[in-house]
C-alpha cells in the first residue's frame, strides 16, 4: 500500500488461505501484484485504462498482467510521442485475445511491434489481493472465458493510413517508479502539489544513453500540470476534493491548532471567530 501509495478507503485486503482470483468477497474486486510491478498500473486508473476495459466489455480481474503490460506502455509510448491515447489507436497494434481462463491483447499480424513482454512470468495467479470495486471507476462486464472473442478489421498503422506513422518510436516496457509515473500523467499523485516537471522530450528517459534525471520545478499554485494532470484519472466528481488522501506522508503528523481568525459581522459592525477553512486540494 505505501509503495503504490492506495487510498485507506479502497481498503485493501489479503486473500485468505486457499482463496483464488474469484473469490473476492462482496463489494469487492481481485487486482493481480504483477499489475502494479511491471504493468505500472497505479489506482484510480486512467482515463485510457478505463475506456479499454470499457470498449471491450472486460472486467479487470479477468486481464492478465501480459494485456496490462502491453495497455500500460502502449499509453506512456504515446503520451512520450504527444499521440493521441485513443482505443482507436490502440486496437490498430493489438487485438483482444483469451487463453487458459484470462483475457490478454496481442500484436496484431503485421503492426510494427512497441514493446516485448517480460520472459519467465509464469506464477502471477498467486499473488493478488481484494480491494473495494469503487477502487477502479469504469463499467466492467464479467465474461464467460469459453464464448471466445471476435477478431477486428482495422486498418494496420502506416504512412499512408494515419498521421502519426512518422513519428511512431517504439519504447520497451519498463519498470516505473512513483515520481517517473507522474511525469508521464499516469499517477494522480504528485511528489510536490507545488512542482512540475522540466519540459523536455519524454522519450529520451527510455533511452540507453540517457544519463540525465527529470527535473521538478516549483510553480504557483494554478499553473499547469499539477492541475491539467487530473484530466487524465477516471474519478467520480464527487471525489475530486480528497485528492490529498493519495499522498503518502512521512514521519509523525504533527498537531496543528486552528488558527481564529476575527471576520467582521455583515450589518452589524462586530467581529466573529470563525476556524480558518483550509483551502482546497484541487481547483
Partial sequence: MTSVQMADEWVVTYPKEGDTGVDAPAGFITLWAEFFNDGNLRLPVTVFVAEVLE????????????GMFRIRNFEYTFRALGLDVTVENFRRFYQLTVNTGFFSVNQRYGSPKLMTPP???????RWFFYVKACAVYAN???WNVNVGVTSEDIALPTAKTVDW??????IELKKLGNNELWVWRMMLTRPDRRARPVDAPLWRMFESDFGGKVELLPCGEREGFNLEIIGNFRVPPRNLGDLGKFEVKTGPKKHVERKQVKKPAQGRGKGKSEGSAAPPLVS
Avoid at 470498449?55 to 501480459?66: A, K, M, R
Avoid at 506513422?165 to 517504439?170: D, E, N, T, V, Y
Fill in 55 to 66: 470498449y471491450y466489455h472486460l472486467h479487470i480481474s479477468q486481464l492478465s498482467p501480459f
Fill in 119 to 125: 520472459k519467465g512470468l509464469t506464477k502471477w495467479k
Fill in 140 to 142: 466492467m462486464t464479467f
Fill in 165 to 170: 506513422f512518422s513519428r511512431l518510436k517504439p
